[in-house]
């Protein structure tokens, strides 16, 4: 699926999001699964779909790719 100027529409998905939401926010993987009721690999296997879905190297690509797309905001 591709936008109005030709770039290709990025969908997380509920959890995925609630997930970036908590790295953000420098919770670890265990916390993360505590919070979300989800194992840690769990935790790492949305992770790498988060990396893979912005097309990140690592973390801290991922969060700014995040806020690039506007699923993140600073306010």
Known sequence: M???NNRH???LS???MEVLQLIV???T???????LFISPDTIKTHRKSIMMKLGANNM???VRKAYEEGFLSLG
């Open 2 to 4: 591709l936008h109005e």
């Open 9 to 11: 529409v990025i969908k």
């Open 14 to 16: 509920t959890r995925e």
């Open 25 to 27: 926010m420098e919770k």
């Open 29 to 35: 993987t265990i916390e993360m699964g505590n919070i």
């Open 60 to 62: 801290a690509g991922m």
